[in-house]
């Protein structure tokens, strides 16, 4: 069956799956696995420390995949970047996002703190640009600022928190009624279910980041993947971690730990989901061969 989003046509890749930016993990291996496999791999700057480390990790990741792939700045909010001494903010990343261009990279995405210096300037260079947050608010001025597409975070997820932040059912369903972009839903989801209530809520892609931890594919350990897999997400120290923000000397992944039960590939896994996804919708009496929410 094939799937038909605003995304999917607006980036060319076969699934609605788009990959979480990571920190310390998005490198060129497991980007261009996320992109063969048919969704969008994300190249995650933070991991390099100069632009010109960068550049080899962009030329490295078109060596393994001729698909689409993005690279992700990931903008350190000011309140942080005052603590470091070379904080990671839009002007850090400028040069970065030069070497992007140069190289050829089509998309970028941006996330964590307001980033329309950077999205506009990789817009006027005929790129596509998808901005990353947790707040309703913050997407509307990332609309008005010319995302191309805005990722909602849910607060089921990982990644920045934000004391407001609203859970994935209420920012998708709220989004679709606020935001004329294409909409991109984050935060817990890790089964073909919430892939497919993302898109009822109204999304037009899901953003995999626990999800994906335990693949084949990602760099962690794999002590790392069996805490992943074995996380109770009941645990009320879980529990307080990612809804009471108690996130100081905590793991990183989130509710969708739930849905990670094994070690499979990238391709293994975003087959899954896909292929359980159409037989929920066949169950439910779907008999046409092109899913499209156009
Ligand atoms: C190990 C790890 C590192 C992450 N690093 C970043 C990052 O550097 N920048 C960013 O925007 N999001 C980062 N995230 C958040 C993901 O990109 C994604 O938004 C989030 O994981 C979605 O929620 P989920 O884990 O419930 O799928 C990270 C997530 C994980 C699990």
């Given at each position: 069956m094939q799937w038909k989003t605003k995304i999917t046509e607006l980036v060319?890749?076969?699934?609605?799956f788009i990959q979480g930016a990571f920190a310390?993990?998005?490198?060129p291996e497991f980007t261009a696995a996320f992109s063969n496999a048919g969704g969008l791999g994300i190249l995650t700057a933070i991991n390099y420390p100069s632009a010109e480390q960068f550049r080899e990790a962009i030329n490295k990741t078109f060596n393994l995949t001729n698909k689409p792939f993005g690279v992700n700045f990931s903008i350190m909010p000011p309140m942080m970047a005052?603590?470091?001494?070379?904080?990671?903010n839009e002007n850090f990343y400028l040069e970065f996002m030069d070497v992007a261009i140069d190289e050829g990279v089509k998309i970028c995405t941006t996330s964590a703190y307001r980033s329309d210096v950077i999205g506009k300037k990789f817009k006027s260079k005929g790129g596509t640009w998808f901005h990353k947050c947790t707040l309703l608010k913050h997407a509307l001025t990332a609309e008005r600022m010319g995302a191309d597409a805005i990722t909602l975070v849910g607060?089921?997820?990982?990644?920045f928190k934000n004391p407001l932040q609203n859970t994935t059912l209420v920012n998708i369903t709220m989004a679709r009624k606020m935001l004329s972009v294409p909409i991109i839903a984050a935060g817990g989801i890790g089964n073909a279910r919430g892939f497919l209530a993302a898109i009822a809520m109204g999304a037009d892609a899901v953003c995999f980041g626990t999800a994906i931890?335990?693949?084949?594919?990602?760099?962690?350990?794999n002590t790392y993947k069996k805490r992943i897999i074995n996380q109770d997400i009941f645990n009320e120290d879980f529990y307080n971690q990612i809804y009471?923000?108690?996130?100081?000397?905590?793991?990183?992944?989130?509710?969708?730990?739930?849905?990670?039960d094994e070690i499979l590939s990238v391709k293994e896994f975003l087959d899954k989901i896909s292929g359980e996804a159409e037989e929920l919708l066949r169950s439910w009496g779907f008999s046409g061969e092109v899913f499209t929410t156009l």
């Open positions: 060319k890749i076969k699934y609605p310390g993990l998005g490198r005052k603590n470091v001494p070379k904080p990671r607060i089921e997820g990982t990644g931890l335990a693949t084949k594919e990602c760099p962690a350990s009471h923000h108690q996130l100081k000397d905590k793991s990183i992944w989130s509710m969708a730990a739930g849905h990670v």
